[in-house]
């Protein structure tokens, strides 16, 4: 039992005895996402990792950080905690299988105006999730209360994931050439992207999100809250089966930024429009907010969590690898020859 109890500094706002309580709810969750080469127990100063580099040439650590946004705010505003931790834990290791790493670990930090130990525990409990996803270890983190910044009720989390690859396994955009087939894997919905948008359109802070849609089969807040799928085994499946050459996830920036950051110059994406799957809120999203459809696309994955380039001769293989892995892949088009970086004919 710690001793360490101040007055004046929980009269301050801040109550470092609800700090303790949160470690202690968290530790089940943690414990879930223990993998070889994690070195630590929750509590210390720094997380601790011993990186296996047997078999490997030429070890590249690549590193990932993110937040989850204003995603953030149905959460609260739904009082629902124990999935938000699934899309932070995603936008940091969905960044770094785009070259082909292993998450190894990842850390935490949860802001918040004022500590409330089993909130955190949930929010913790969805990091731990993400992590068993991605095959990560939770190694580590840090919550922090902020009076006086914060509303008692807000929070922010953030995180931070280190991968592995050797350098000869990692995916190499410098191989793509016209002719190539790109992929879709699916997303599941609106991911952790364009949420300033979605909160404008659909007025959330004044809306009932608990009124169920027909037009999407649920209420507007549990399509919202739909955690980031997280691709990481899939991908590390996929890799072991055929040349993976180009992964963009698709994130802010919807199709036209981000496609074009895993291409070489002088060669773009040709999307076929009517191949995606575009799921019922991004057309519920764009008929609400009057958005035009360019900056549907400029804004959001639009139904494509990740796309993927492989030969056009190695797609068949590709696709049924991914399928047997939970992938619900399709194909979407294909490499040519311009300086466009994304067409969407």
Do not use: W
């Not at 089940?28 to 011993?50: E, M, N, W, Y």
């Not at 807000?154 to 191989?175: E, H, I, P, Q």
């Not at 790109?182 to 802070?205: I, Q, T, Y």
């Not at 169920?212 to 507007?220: A, F």
């Amino acid at each position: 039992m710690s001793k360490s109890f101040s007055e004046s500094y929980k009269a301050a706002g801040v109550d470092i005895t609800a700090g303790y309580k949160a470690v202690e709810l968290m530790k089940q969750h943690i414990a879930r996402t223990v993998t070889p080469g994690a070195a630590s127990d929750i509590g210390g100063f720094g997380g601790l990792f011993v990186p296996d580099f047997a078999g490997m040439r030429e070890p590249v650590l690549v590193s990932g950080t993110d937040g989850v946004g204003t995603k953030l705010k149905i959460a609260m505003l739904l009082d629902k905690h124990d999935t938000i931790g699934i899309d932070c834990v995603a936008m940091c290791v969905n960044d770094v299988i785009c070259c082909g790493a292993q998450p190894l670990f990842f850390l935490d930090y949860i802001a918040c105006g004022k500590n409330d130990p089993e909130k955190i525990a949930a929010i913790v409990s969805g990091v731990a999730e993400g992590c068993v996803q991605a095959g990560a270890a939770l190694i580590g983190g840090e919550t922090a209360e902020h009076p006086g910044m914060m509303p008692e009720d807000d929070y922010d989390l953030a995180g931070f994931t280190v991968g592995l690859v050797d350098r000869s396994c990692m995916f190499d955009s410098k191989t793509v050439r016209a002719g190539d087939a790109v992929l879709a894997l699916p997303s599941s919905g609106v991911h952790s992207n364009g949420f300033s948008l979605v909160r404008k359109v659909f007025d959330v802070e004044n809306a009932d999100l608990t009124v169920y849609s027909d037009e999407l089969g649920e209420t507007i807040g549990e399509c919202l809250l739909t955690p980031t799928r997280i691709y990481v085994k899939p991908l590390l499946a996929l890799a072991k089966a055929v040349s993976v050459k180009a992964v963009s996830h698709i994130t802010g920036g919807g199709f036209y930024e981000n496609i074009p950051r895993s291409l070489p110059k002088g060669l773009s994406a040709s999307v076929d429009r009517k191949a995606l799957r575009i799921p019922p809120i991004f057309e519920l999203l764009q008929k609400t907010g009057g958005i035009p459809e360019r900056d549907m696309f400029n804004t959001y994955n639009m139904g494509v969590g990740m796309s993927v380039v492989v030969a056009a001769e190695q797609a068949d293989e590709a696709l049924r690898v991914l399928r047997d892995n939970g992938e619900a892949a399709y194909a979407i088009g294909e490499i040519v020859e311009s300086e466009e970086g994304v067409i969407i004919r």
